[in-house]
């Protein structure tokens, strides 16, 4: 979640976009990638204002306007706001700059401030005949179309907030029942707790006993990408039965449609971008390999986009794993025993599909050829290439 300094940051109005995307650079401590996974978790909230959504989209923009905007990670966000926004026929200001991003004209909004974001009916015409079929392709070669047309139509009735590939629908408390009973309020507690401790044995029990009864908790949790990230690393065991319960969560008949799918997509689009340590890869091995022993929902075809993402992902954080910044020069240097440990796990997670049947070397070339070339160093870099390689076109399995 991001922290009170960097709600301020989005939330000003008295500054460009460009000044506000600088001054997020300079505040943030860390991994850039997962901050602006938590912008983008602050602006698809139901309350998040006009002032907050612009910003924090310009924001994820800005952050890889060095590169083609097909190489934006928050890409597939920006074509499902505008594709829902579209069929809704809503004239937003964030709407409209994301719909000039597209356009390729997102530099020309660095200057602007929110209120210099006009709506205007020819800037409204001009946009509407934004071709984004570019895109959808693009999306799809890279495993990250993650909302298809056939489903806006129906997103387009809802009331909605759209997010990378993800409707969240403002739902009351109404939605599921009664109130919240002094048990709920418990274990929600307990998930708080959760992703800043290691919770005892016999409070996880507890938490499991409860959730075999009543899942509807879990309706409240926070998926941000940090939250996830603290959870698996205290308690790994407990996020593997909540991400279950979630996938899972279409079949169940306590909930009112279209929460189950709803969680769905925000759970798979959450996984993609969690860090690529050992607790995130056991936890993605055993919910692509072993589906039936946490009885969740993950489709074959999800799994492919869910294992596209998080490789592309984990490839571009791992060229930019860095040591702390040189007092003097302030430059970082390349860490490259960090880089190698990395690629090491990401290999023998690689290599655990493989052998489990569930990755076609042909369908995952290009990823594993992204990852590998750039670390040949790597001693387990350069034998899964080499393994790649050898694969030709009348055999593509892995037997």
């Given at each position: 979640?991001?922290?009170?300094?960097l709600?301020?940051i989005?939330?000003?109005?008295?500054?460009?976009?460009?000044?506000?995307?600088?001054?997020?650079?300079?505040?943030?401590?860390?991994?850039?990638?997962?901050?602006?996974?938590?912008?983008?978790?602050?602006?698809?909230?139901?309350?998040?204002?006009?002032?907050?959504?612009?910003?924090?989209e310009?924001?994820l923009?800005?952050?890889?306007?060095?590169?083609?905007?097909?190489?934006?990670?928050?890409?597939?966000?920006?074509?499902?706001?505008?594709?829902?926004?579209?069929?809704?026929?809503?004239?937003?200001?964030?709407?409209?700059?994301?719909?000039?991003?597209?356009?390729?004209?997102?530099?020309?909004l660095?200057?602007l401030?929110?209120?210099?974001?006009?709506?205007?009916?020819s800037?409204?015409?001009?946009?509407?005949?934004?071709?984004?079929?570019p895109?959808?392709?693009?999306?799809?070669?890279?495993?990250?179309?993650?909302?298809?047309?056939?489903?806006?139509?129906?997103?387009?009735?809802?009331?909605?907030?759209?997010?990378?590939?993800?409707?969240?629908?403002?739902?009351?408390?109404?939605?599921?029942?009664?109130?919240?009973?002094?048990?709920?309020?418990?274990?929600?507690?307990?998930?708080?707790?959760?992703?800043?401790?290691?919770?005892?044995?016999a409070?996880?029990?507890?938490?499991?006993?409860?959730?075999?009864?009543?899942?509807?908790?879990?309706?409240?949790?926070?998926?941000?990408?940090?939250?996830?990230?603290?959870?698996?690393?205290?308690?790994?065991?407990?996020?593997?039965?909540?991400?279950?319960?979630?996938?899972?969560?279409p079949?169940?008949?306590?909930?009112?449609?279209?929460?189950?799918?709803?969680y769905?997509?925000?759970?798979?689009?959450?996984?993609?971008?969690?860090?690529?340590?050992?607790?995130?890869?056991?936890?993605?091995?055993?919910?692509?390999?072993?589906?039936?022993?946490?009885?969740?929902?993950?489709?074959?075809?999800?799994?492919?986009?869910?294992?596209?993402?998080?490789?592309?992902?984990?490839?571009?954080?791992?060229?930019?794993?860095?040591?702390?910044?040189?007092?003097?020069?302030?430059?970082?240097?390349?860490d490259?025993?960090?880089?190698?440990?990395?690629?090491?796990?990401?290999?023998?997670?690689?290599?655990?599909?493989?052998?489990?049947?569930v990755?076609?070397?042909?369908?995952?070339?290009?990823?594993?050829?992204?990852?590998?070339?750039?670390?040949?160093?790597?001693?387990e870099?350069?034998?899964?290439?080499?393994?790649?390689?050898?694969?030709?076109?009348?055999?593509?399995?892995?037997?």
């Open positions: 979640m991001l922290g009170p300094e709600i301020q989005i939330r000003r109005e008295d500054l460009s976009f460009a000044e506000v995307a600088a001054i997020f650079r300079e505040v943030v401590s860390g991994d850039l990638f997962v901050s602006a996974c938590d912008v983008l978790s602050a602006i698809e909230a139901p309350l998040a204002t006009d002032i907050e959504k612009t910003n924090g310009y924001i923009y800005s952050l890889y306007a060095d590169h083609e905007l097909s190489m934006n990670p928050f890409l597939a966000h920006f074509v499902a706001v505008w594709k829902v926004a579209k069929a809704r026929q809503t004239q937003e200001k964030n709407v409209v700059l994301i719909g000039l991003i597209l356009s390729g004209k997102g530099s020309e660095a200057p401030t929110l209120s210099k974001v006009e709506v205007t009916p800037i409204i015409f001009q946009l509407q005949s934004l071709d984004i079929s895109y959808d392709h693009t999306l799809s070669v890279q495993g990250r179309l993650d909302i298809d047309n056939e489903s806006i139509s129906d997103m387009a009735t809802m009331d909605t907030h759209s997010v990378a590939g993800t409707v969240t629908t403002n739902f009351s408390s109404s939605t599921f029942g009664t109130e919240a009973t002094a048990t709920d309020e418990i274990v929600g507690d307990y998930f708080r707790r959760a992703s800043i401790e290691e919770l005892t044995k409070e996880v029990e507890n938490i499991m006993n409860y959730l075999q009864n009543d899942t509807l908790p879990l309706l409240s949790l926070d998926l941000s990408i940090s939250t996830l990230t603290e959870m698996i690393k205290f308690n790994s065991i407990l996020t593997r039965l909540v991400i279950s319960i979630l996938l899972e969560s079949k169940r008949t306590e909930y009112a449609l279209p929460v189950g799918e709803i769905v997509s925000r759970i798979l689009a959450t996984l993609p971008y969690l860090p690529a340590n050992l607790q995130t890869l056991e936890l993605l091995n055993l919910l692509i390999t072993q589906p039936a022993i946490l009885k969740n929902a993950l489709t074959a075809e999800d799994a492919s986009t869910l294992v596209h993402a998080f490789l592309a992902n984990a490839t571009r954080a791992t060229e930019s794993l860095g040591l702390p910044a040189n007092a003097i020069t302030n430059e970082v240097a390349i490259r025993a960090a880089q190698a440990r990395q690629v090491q796990l990401l290999c023998l997670f690689i290599q655990a599909l493989l052998r489990n049947n990755m076609n070397l042909s369908e995952y070339f290009y990823d594993i050829q992204s990852l590998c070339v750039n670390f040949l160093w790597v001693p870099a350069a034998e899964l290439f080499k393994l790649a390689k050898t694969v030709t076109a009348e055999d593509h399995e892995i037997k």
